[in-house]
């Protein structure tokens, strides 16, 4: 197979990491550290879920001058959402915040993100969805992921869509890597199985496609293997939300981000992609019911992913895409065949002689 060029040649990786059960109670101590360094109150991001955890919320300390924003999880961020935020807290004065806390799964962790770049650069969301369109450092920004897969608290990318034009990109920025996380993996104790295996599977996922692909990164190879054996040891295991699974799921979503910020997904995301931007679907489920048709591409990994599937007892959501429209049909092919970089990464740079509107159809129709 001929190896191509990623042009990612610099890469970065978030500053500051810590890992193990209740490091959350490190959090207050990070943060006076930057009250007292650069003054000004936290804006903290947090999952909605969490209001009603106040147990959990206790933990964060928040001081009577920071602000906290519940940010809804039922859809994944949109430009005139985080638009919308920041322009409330300009009106309130909170241009300048000693830092941004994002806690929760990849969609708070993304608006905190996109949030934190705004308040520096000016300007709207849409300006920066693209590669290398932030102009000077964001906010100083800490990630308390709260589910595991996403890899959020690790890439270089905040995934947002416009829905104007359609388009469902992030601002790919060194800008927009995290300066700190905290991995605590008792947060994670209360996600619902299925989410938590979906979600898990993203991790698994962004390093199948990378390994196969044919943009490559010597580091990028090795944290992709790391992340597949922890996946493995998680989801072939009996229980796999014991306290030390929940601990290797964390590591392997980190390590998946920091390997998927050195190379491109493949085949599987493009297809996601289409079900999330036409159907609705959310990112990680809809890789999980991609998987119904990638035998043929992904053959041992198929075979493996069915196997923790059943393993574990999921289910998978079946003939989502089965009997639509023509028009629905022709949305999903173009929605899928956007990808350039992913698809040539999966099937080189001959990929639509391949994937035909005929050939992603019956692709569609199989899952
Ligand atoms: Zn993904």
Redesign the pocket.
């Known amino acids: 197979m001929n190896i191509l060029d990623t042009n990612i040649k610099n890469v970065r990786n978030v500053l500051r990491y810590t890992i193990g059960a209740g490091s959350l109670t490190e959090l207050p101590n990070l943060l006076e550290r930057r009250r007292t360094l650069h003054g000004g109150p936290v804006v903290f991001f947090i999952d909605e879920f969490f209001q009603s955890q106040p147990d959990i919320i206790s933990h964060l300390y928040l001081s009577t001058n920071d602000h906290a924003i519940y940010v809804p999880t039922k859809e994944e961020p949109c430009t005139d959402q985080v638009d919308q935020i920041v322009t409330k807290l300009q009106a309130d004065g909170l241009n300048e915040p000693a830092a941004i806390v994002g806690m929760g799964g990849?969609i708070v962790l993304d608006v905190a993100k996109a949030v934190a770049n705004l308040l520096t650069n000016g300007g709207l969301a849409e300006d920066y969805q693209g590669w290398d369109l932030v102009k000077v450092p964001a906010i100083y920004k800490v990630a308390v992921p709260t589910i595991s897969?996403?890899?959020a608290e690790a890439t270089r990318t905040c995934v947002m869509t416009n829905k104007r034009s359609g388009l469902k990109l992030g601002m790919n920025s060194d800008f927009t890597v995290y300066d700190q996380i905290v991995m605590d993996p008792e947060l994670t104790a209360t996600v619902p199985r299925n989410q938590y295996f979906y979600t898990g599977m993203?991790a698994y996922?962004?390093c199948v496609e990378a390994l196969a692909g044919r943009y490559r990164n010597a580091i990028g190879d090795a944290y992709s293997r790391e992340t597949i054996n922890l996946c493995r040891q998680v989801f072939l295991d009996g229980d796999m939300k014991s306290s030390l699974n929940r601990e290797r799921l964390m590591v392997a979503s980190y390590l998946g981000g920091c390997a998927?910020a050195t190379s491109y997904?493949g085949l599987i995301?493009p297809f996601?992609a289409g079900l999330s931007v036409v159907l609705g679907l959310h990112?990680?489920v809809a890789?999980c019911i991609v998987m119904r048709a990638m035998q043929p591409y992904y053959p041992e990994f198929y075979e493996e992913f069915w196997a923790m599937v059943n393993k574990q007892g999921i289910s998978i959501p079946e003939g989502v895409a089965q009997n639509l429209s023509d028009d629905k049909y022709e949305q999903l092919f173009a929605s899928t065949i956007i990808h350039q970089k992913p698809l040539t990464n999966a099937l080189g740079e001959t990929y639509r002689d391949i994937l035909t509107p005929d050939k992603v159809q019956s692709i569609f129709k199989k899952i």
């Open positions: 990849g897969g996403t890899g993203d996922i962004h998927i997904v995301h996601s990112h990680c890789n």
